[in-house]
């Protein structure tokens, strides 16, 4: 009897786990880029960052840390960590939680490329904002590749720093994200 209980119970859970429309993966990047007319040099990668699709509820979620973003110059990584910039001691983790909005538009059981509206809320030093943008989803065998640019206002996120006051970094960076969910 118990052999049977066990049986079903591994049965029943490999049911749920390979009907589970969730994607996850590890190496998402995200970009950053605010550079202006007078420093082309505010730009940084992150390649760290945890991402995560629901293909049946079009849940995306996106979690980076915040001290691996990698900048060319070691002295604009230092800036951008501190207290007068992302204080990522403090506030370690940016955080995206949202949903596409247009789902029945994207087909992931067919290959293709597709447009897809993505709304949801953006976590950056400690603030909270509500976020709205497209993203391409790219449809390719069993990969889905998910892509979405947009901009924030590092006012509203109160992330301030000498050289935005200067005008060396832009006030409104364009943020990249890339996942590859397989």
Do not use: C
């Amino acid at each position: 009897m118990k052999k049977t209980i066990i049986l079903f119970a591994l049965v029943a859970f490999t049911a749920v786990s390979f009907g589970q429309k969730k994607r996850t993966t590890t190496s998402a990047t995200i970009n950053f880029d605010a550079t202006t007319k007078l420093d082309a040099l505010p730009k940084a990668e992150n390649k760290t960052a945890v991402a995560s699709l629901n293909t049946k509820t079009g849940d995306v979620a996106f979690e980076a840390i915040v001290k691996n973003f990698a900048f060319s110059n070691p002295k604009i990584q230092e800036h951008f960590n501190t207290a007068g910039w992302m204080d990522s001691d403090k506030f370690p983790k940016a955080t995206f939680k949202g949903k596409i909005t247009n789902l029945s538009a994207v087909n992931f059981k067919a290959d293709g490329t597709y447009s897809a509206d993505v709304t949801g809320d953006l976590t950056m030093h400690g603030v909270t904002k509500p976020v709205t943008t497209k993203a391409s989803v790219v449809v390719s065998g069993k990969t889905i590749t998910t892509t979405s640019d947009f901009t924030v206002a590092l006012a509203e996120y109160d992330v301030k720093g000498a050289a935005i006051g200067a005008g060396k970094v832009s006030t409104d960076p364009k943020i990249s994200v890339v996942a590859e969910f397989k």
